[in-house]
């Protein structure tokens, strides 16, 4: 896509002291059932650019959403846990932040929350998903949403393929509307990588289901000079192959396709490198009988779980030359103990040539993300991304609305 947006640091203390500013960022973290948060790293994410606003004199008011909810506000989807963990985390740089948190996300409460705020200020408003109108993009809520404030900053990444009141509407009514820094990184390393990466470049696309990664595939193919296929959408490729596949996970409706991306790559002089071997269960369990056998040889009764050790030999073999490497999805069961050691074995792979080689190694995608998490090499990466499904779009090259109506830089 090529985006070249403006951001926070384009903006001085002369634009920012004494501004209201809105930042939408993605404060859409996982709960336990007494609503503690579990990971907070999308709340870390966005500290950089809250504490960039706030030392230029900014009252700053976040928003964000924070799961689905039905009918308006419910208890266990309040962003309340976040503004408390928010000043904690901004405490470690800063003596005592409070962060204001306004049980609305507009109206009265809001205005008068930032009425009385001083600059240098925090303020977290309400789950703005407990109004409907904030997934239809409602322009009535759109300027309600935007009316008390000054400029806009979007460091919601995960969001921004979402055309929503608070990643899209907003950015048309507040001027500057800019990228915070996460986001801005987000562009940098994803955009970046697809628009003008380094070669040879290779994408390892995996994951359960071809249906979901299909075009993701097609449009990488045009990109990449390599690509590797894992998880249980290799059955749907090995299927179009001709291959039997005992009781292994199939798309049947997506056979021909993948045959079509099989052709296709040959057609580009492109290289896909599906598994040769395929450690495959006799039950979908954590505790299920196992064997390691030929991809082309699964027998009757057997699912695939995870790829083998020579797949993940050879794996290693094929990016060895790579400059540029994005990987989207587990090559496996990885949750599963027994089906792990394919996905911890690629990302072992992606950390030693990111040392060694300085090849740009980005990660996108929850279960990505992860079992580089699990692995303990996240830091080893070059970059890991945010976002699930706003990093797949980006890759698709499909123009995210929440960044396309930022400001241009």
Request: hydrophobic residues 40%; negative net charge; glycine residues 10%.
């Given at each position: 896509m090529?985006?070249?947006?403006?951001?926070?640091?384009d903006?001085?203390?002369?634009?920012l002291?004494?501004?209201?500013v809105?930042v939408?960022?993605d404060?859409n973290?996982p709960?336990d059932?007494?609503?503690?948060?579990?990971?907070?790293?999308?709340?870390r994410?966005?500290?950089r650019?809250?504490?960039y606003?706030?030392?230029?004199?900014?009252?700053?008011?976040?928003?964000?959403?924070?799961?689905r909810?039905?009918?308006?506000?419910?208890?266990k989807?309040?962003?309340?846990?976040?503004?408390v963990?928010?000043?904690?985390?901004?405490?470690?740089?800063?003596?005592?932040?409070d962060?204001?948190?306004?049980s609305?996300c507009?109206?009265d409460?809001?205005?008068?929350a930032?009425?009385?705020?001083?600059?240098?200020?925090?303020?977290?408003?309400?789950?703005?998903?407990?109004?409907?109108?904030?997934?239809?993009?409602?322009?009535d809520?759109v300027?309600?949403?935007?009316e008390?404030?000054?400029?806009f900053?979007?460091?919601?990444?995960?969001?921004?393929?979402r055309?929503?009141?608070?990643?899209?509407g907003?950015?048309?009514l507040?001027?500057?509307?800019?990228?915070?820094y996460?986001?801005?990184?987000e562009l940098?390393?994803?955009?970046?990588?697809?628009s003008?990466?380094?070669?040879?470049m290779?994408?390892?696309?995996?994951?359960?289901?071809?249906s979901?990664?299909?075009?993701?595939?097609?449009?990488?193919?045009?990109?990449?000079?390599?690509?590797?296929?894992g998880?249980g959408?290799?059955?749907?490729?090995?299927?179009?192959?001709?291959?039997?596949?005992?009781?292994s996970?199939?798309e049947?409706?997506?056979v021909d396709?993948a045959?079509?991306?099989?052709?296709?790559?040959?057609g580009l002089?492109?290289?896909i490198?599906?598994?040769?071997?395929?450690?495959?269960?006799?039950?979908?369990?954590p505790?299920?009988?196992?064997?390691?056998?030929k991809?082309?040889?699964?027998?009757?009764g057997?699912?695939?779980?995870?790829?083998?050790p020579d797949a993940?030999?050879?794996?290693?073999?094929f990016?060895s030359?790579?400059?540029?490497?994005?990987?989207n999805?587990?090559?496996g069961?990885?949750?599963f103990e027994?089906f792990?050691?394919?996905?911890?074995?690629?990302v072992?792979t992606?950390a030693?040539?990111?040392?060694?080689?300085?090849?740009?190694?980005?990660?996108?995608?929850?279960?990505?993300?992860?079992a580089?998490?699990?692995?303990?090499l996240?830091g080893?990466?070059s970059?890991i991304?945010?976002?699930g499904?706003?990093?797949l779009?980006l890759l698709?090259?499909?123009?995210?609305?929440?960044v396309?109506a930022?400001?241009d830089?």
């Open positions: 090529g985006y070249n947006k403006k951001s926070v640091s903006l001085s203390e002369s634009d002291k004494g501004k209201k809105l939408r960022c404060l973290v709960l059932d007494k609503c503690n948060i579990t990971d907070d790293t999308r709340i994410g966005s500290v650019t809250i504490e606003l706030t030392a230029n004199g900014a009252i700053v008011v976040v928003c964000s959403h924070l799961g909810p039905k009918d308006g506000p419910e208890d989807f309040s962003l309340a846990p976040c503004a963990r928010l000043g904690e985390l901004l405490s470690d740089q800063y003596e005592d932040v962060v204001t948190f306004v609305d507009i109206g409460k809001v205005s008068a930032i009425k009385d705020a001083i600059n240098g200020e925090v303020i977290m408003l309400e789950n703005t998903r407990f109004y409907k109108e904030e997934t239809k993009n409602d322009p809520f300027a309600k949403l935007a008390p404030f000054d400029l900053v979007n460091d919601a990444f995960g969001s921004a393929h055309a929503h009141a608070s990643t899209e907003v950015a048309k507040l001027s500057p509307a800019v990228c915070g996460l986001l801005a990184k940098e390393y994803l955009d970046g990588a697809v003008k990466g380094e070669k040879p290779a994408a390892i696309v995996g994951g359960s289901k071809v979901s990664k299909i075009t993701v595939l097609e449009a990488l193919l045009d990109k990449c000079d390599k690509i590797i296929i998880g959408m290799v059955f749907t490729f090995l299927r179009a192959q001709g291959h039997s596949v005992g009781t996970l199939v049947d409706d997506f396709m045959k079509a991306v099989l052709d296709k790559a040959k002089n492109k290289t490198l599906l598994p040769s071997d395929i450690v495959v269960a006799d039950d979908f369990s505790d299920a009988n196992t064997q390691v056998v991809a082309d040889a699964i027998p009757d057997w699912m695939g779980l995870d790829q083998g993940t030999k050879e794996q290693e073999d990016l030359d790579c400059k540029t490497v994005i990987m999805g587990p090559m069961v990885f949750e027994k792990n050691k394919g996905t911890f074995g690629l072992e992606l030693k040539i990111t040392k060694e080689n300085g090849a740009v190694t980005i990660i996108g995608g929850g279960d990505s993300v992860a580089c998490e699990q692995s303990g996240a080893e990466m970059h991304s945010t976002g499904g706003a990093s779009e698709e090259g499909k123009v995210l609305p929440g396309a930022l400001a830089a």
